[in-house]
């Protein structure tokens, strides 16, 4: 069964690095997603990607923030400075379509850790 | 704006019993609204979802929920617990993008079922 994979599964990283969260999609899914779980917290939404381009944003996706699709299998997440609430669980997901029949289909999660 | 209340943090039945882990939501529109799950150290797996069609939705390991809009409820029940259904359970709503809402979901903060011989 096709699945959406995501790389590393766990990072530990020092305040103010940069860090790059990776996904691979679902080879046939167009619309692409950010979600992170901090300790203890919902899960919440990040960021919607759609046609090489940002289709929503949370207001927790602020400059520090980025997403790309480098290539057309990759779809990446990058952290400019982390600090120490950046530490979660970073969930990437994919989806066919837009619509309330589209199921999003999610990664096993990439665990952040700030020091 | 749209919600979802889960009642119950932590819910324990003992294997073979029912389950019933309840969730109201709050949408301004008409709503779509799912159950996740989530076993340790794995991704979240839909467990089933309800789209404006038949209100009472089947779902993947003998899972079901029936969505009731006068109590604004979608809860989660199985009439035999397995020990296999120890996990994290999230209901999560989104608002239909047709009727002018959003893509994003809004997760609960979730149910944690333990099970017990």
């Known amino acids: 069964e096709p699945e959406v994979t995501q790389t590393p599964s766990h990072q530990v990283t020092q305040m103010g690095q940069e860090v790059i969260l990776r996904c691979v999609p679902i080879s046939n899914h167009l619309y692409f997603y950010w979600y992170r779980q901090i300790l203890g917290q919902k899960v919440e939404f990040l960021v919607s990607?759609?046609?090489?381009?940002?289709?929503?944003k949370s207001e927790i996706f602020d400059d520090q923030f980025s997403v790309e699709r480098p290539d057309g299998s990759n779809f990446t997440l990058k952290i400019r400075s982390t600090k120490l609430e950046d530490s979660a669980m970073y969930f990437c997901?994919?989806?066919?379509?837009?619509?309330?029949?589209?199921?999003?289909?999610f990664g096993e999660g990439s665990r952040l850790t700030v020091l | 704006a749209q919600s979802v209340t889960q009642l119950d943090s932590h819910v324990s039945v003992s294997e073979g019993t029912p389950v019933l882990l309840r969730c109201n939501y709050s949408?301004?529109?008409?709503?779509?609204l799912f159950w996740y799950v989530q076993h340790p150290n794995k991704g979240l797996q839909l467990l089933l979802k309800?789209?404006?069609?038949?209100?009472l939705v089947k779902g993947i390991n003998g899972f079901e929920a029936e969505f009731k809009k006068s109590e604004t409820s979608f809860h989660l029940t199985k009439p035999s617990a397995h020990m296999s259904d120890a996990a994290e359970y999230f209901c999560v709503v989104r608002t239909d993008i047709l009727t002018g809402g959003g893509n994003k979901l809004t997760f609960g903060t979730g149910t944690q079922l333990k099970v017990e011989l």
């Open positions: 997901a994919s989806s066919e379509t837009r619509t309330s029949a589209g199921e999003l289909f």
């Open positions: 309800y789209t404006s069609a038949a209100t």
């Open positions: 990607f759609y046609n090489n381009e940002i289709s929503e």
């Open positions: 949408s301004s529109y008409s709503p779509s």
